[in-house]
């Protein structure tokens, strides 16, 4: 947390003393402000000026707000480009604006919820819904007055008044829904502006107290429980309604309990609905077989029933946190802290919504009474601590340290010398024989993996049924050093081409630790054993380098990127945790689905004989589903499973098209590194003996992971590319693929061209 922010919360605690939910005073002027910390920038350059439909991007910023008496409120704000040239050919049609209140909240004053001044009533036509209900909507720029002053400054005067509303159907309407429309400005108030019609959308907003003259930087209570920012960490850019709300704080004036969808009688309040989408598939109610659906624009249903959120849907700090509980988020916020200390009956009946709370514990008519059993000392503990995920959070007491790694030449048998430590407890190293968290059942698990080559991994010679990484378990005798360290000696030696098939290995190698501790969470007398990952680390060595150091595998995909959506990473049973580089050791461009696809429990349904698990296809195919034509399959661990990765399965939350998402700068263009091997397709008669394998080209392998039509094969034949081939093929210059031709750097058609990156 920020000093600024923590000032800021700070001054609002003090400034609501004396007042209720939104906070309040007297008095009612203009203010100069901008965004809670926020300093405004510059003064639009009036000297120059940028076309507000060509502008790269959009730089709104509103200066100042004011009631008048006639409750039409006028809006003061400037717009520029990014590099603070005025735009000056603003239109009335290209902004919209919404106006609320945060009202009072009866369980504290840091509580509240806003309500829309401006509404209309939608009526039920399709879906189960059978009431007439309110929703909050916008005012268009072309209903009021907009007055451009040709400097890049603008003053907007709505058409609709906000202490005077005179319509009786939408006043009984609120009054049967309980909804206060009434002008009251001794509370905060929020106007929020869109853009459109430009190159890239862009939102504002403006907190102020009407009456004092307060503004929000000036420490008045906002009701920020998150931030576009922590959205933006899954999402890339929130982006809905056409795409042109992008901003949190702009979506909450209009997604608050006075908006209900009346097709479906579900609230669109953010509290219920962002929780409820995110749960989804995993929602009761959708369990117990109702979908959970919206009619959005023209009546068009949008079921959010298979949503499968990619984190724990516990780590409520991903999305919220403040100074108590935002370690972990991207940006804290005023309220952010919240969700730990205030429960209501609509944000834990989002995701719990199957209590009935007219009998839960008697019955709850309202939140009054909710804190009296959710808090520490509590019968039902506090909320943070029932939404913990003490698994997740005991991963940092385990720090695993590959300290040597030796006899790596071809013929030998590798050594490596590896600690585990808490660092939580002054880096004391673990006693892997005797230390409860490596003996604990269910059984702890430590592995140290060997793989080769780093150009591109192969694995070649590995003894072993497939092309996956050697595996070396490292709670079977290990051997202690006497300072805290063991060392494991591999069963499997460097492939010295004296064994089948005949290959030997060169270059550098990769070693992996990974596994997962056990740890108990449990009460003496009542234990309680859970996995705890382990974060793997990589490291490297000479196989036979002629300078005799090693050379890293290239880097390619950025963890916190995974992470930005996952938070933790974790697969195989908890052993494979946070490290791109470790997980890219086994699914390398000779590893498929081969042996356990044959013995599959449910057999895929794609007609392959065998499916390529290769990093660099295999995980644009799952995160493509909604993309592909036909659904990526995969069979799983000793074919227990078969996971298939369509658009019910997987919904990919940002850009599909925006590589920088997952990769790190510039390692997504073309040509791709001369090394990178074509992926295989069929491993032929021997599944160890990569000489006989059919592969797909590098670059072809890569891009019809996504682009998957025939058509598009068919484009990457004709430019080169082969679906059907060999590596030594490749390796001759029979088959040259041509695409960075057109799609190369610079070029016509370069990737970021292509996929709108530039």
Known sequence: MNALTRLTLLAALASLAACGGGGGGGGGGTVAAGPAGVVPGAQPNPTASASYADAASLRPFITAASVPADGQVVVEFQLTDDQGVAIVDLTAGDIRLTIAKLGFSSIGNLRGDWQSYINEIELPGVG???????????????AGNLDNNSDGTYRYRFAASISNITDPDILDQAADEDLDLSYQPERTHRVAMEFRNAATPANTSFDWIPETGISQIDGIFHYDVAATANCDDCHQQLSFHGGSRIEHRYC?????????????????????????????AGLPSVRAGTPYVFYGFQDRPVDYSNVRYPNDILSCAQCHGGNATGENTTQATDAGDNW??????????????????????GGQANDENCMSCHQTTGVAGSIQESHGNKSRAATGRFEAR?????????????MVQFSIVDPQNGDRAYDLENDPEWTNPPASRLAIDLAWSTTDYANSGNQGDGASAVSINALTDPEAVGDGSYIVTSAIAIPDGSLAPNIAATGSGGAVVEGHASVDFGTPGNPSIEQVPLRNVVDYFSIDESSGNAIARREIADL??????HGQLSLHGDNRTDTVQGCATCHNPRNTDKSVREIALN???????????DFKTMVHGIHASAFRTAALQIVG?????????????????????????CHLPDTFTLPLNAEVLGTTFDTGADITDPTDDRVVTATSSTCSACHDAGSSKAHMENNGGSFDTTQQAIDAGLVIEQCDVCHGEGRSADVRVVHSLE
Do not use: W
């Open 603 to 613: 057999p895929p349904t794609d007609g392959k004989d065998e499916e390529s698990i």
């Open 402 to 414: 590959i300290l040597d790694i030796r006899n790596t030449a071809p013929g030998e048998f590798p």
């Open 637 to 661: 661990f000793r074919g227990f499973t078969t996971y298939v990765y369509d658009e019910e399965h997987v919904q990919y939350p940002g850009d599909l098209k925006d590589c920088r998402a």
């Open 340 to 361: 730990s200390q205030f429960a209501t009956r609509e944000a834990c009946g989002s995701c719990h919504d199957d209590l009935d709370f007219a009998v839960h514990f």
């Open 128 to 142: 189960p819904g059978l009431e007439q209900r309110l929703q909050a909507t916008f005012e268009a720029g072309t």
């Open 560 to 565: 916190d990127g995974c992470l930005g959506c």
């Open 252 to 280: 909450v004036t209009c997604h608050n309990p006075g908006t209900t969808d009346a097709n479906s009688g579900n609230s669109v309040s953010m509290r219920e609905m962002a929780h409820k989408i995110h749960l989804g």
